[in-house]
């Protein structure tokens, strides 16, 4: 039988105290016990990206990250960056690039170019191509994912 513990922690801001079983993700807990389904499963192993949140404003791969690692934390996930009625610029110029096809992607490639241009508002060619060797897309061929990038670069 597996333990539960009770878990306290802030996403997008809001405060959150659950029961969780040892061995649910963090991808779990936030799609399924918050309903937050932006952050998407991929490949469930690490390898693509499509579950990427921010940890104190650090990408982080929740579908290999437990949800009870996340004591006290503060996640922002993409829920909490914008949407349709007040989006990021990152999100802005993903839209006027036509960045996404199904979109399945999306929400991991923003939330690590978001922690990017936070940090480094200026990246270079190499830094935003580094970057985004964490994620995978099936659909682009990343051209327009790079375009949306550098559009984003001294707007976000
Ligand atoms: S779903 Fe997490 S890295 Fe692929
Ligand atoms: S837009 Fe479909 S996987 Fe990237």
Known sequence: MSSESILSLRVNGQPFRRLVPAERS???FLREDLGLTGSKHGCDVG???ACTVL???QPRLACITL????EGASI???EGIGGPEGPHPVQKHFDQQVASQCGYCTPGIVLVLVALLRDDPQPSESRIREVLGSNI???????KILAAARAAVGAA
């Open 26 to 28: 963090l991808l779990d």
């Open 47 to 49: 390898d693509c990206g």
């Open 55 to 57: 940890v104190e404003g």
């Open 137 to 143: 897309c099936r659909c682009t061929g990343y051209t």
């Open 76 to 78: 922002t996930t993409i």
């Open 67 to 70: 949800a009870v690692e996340m």
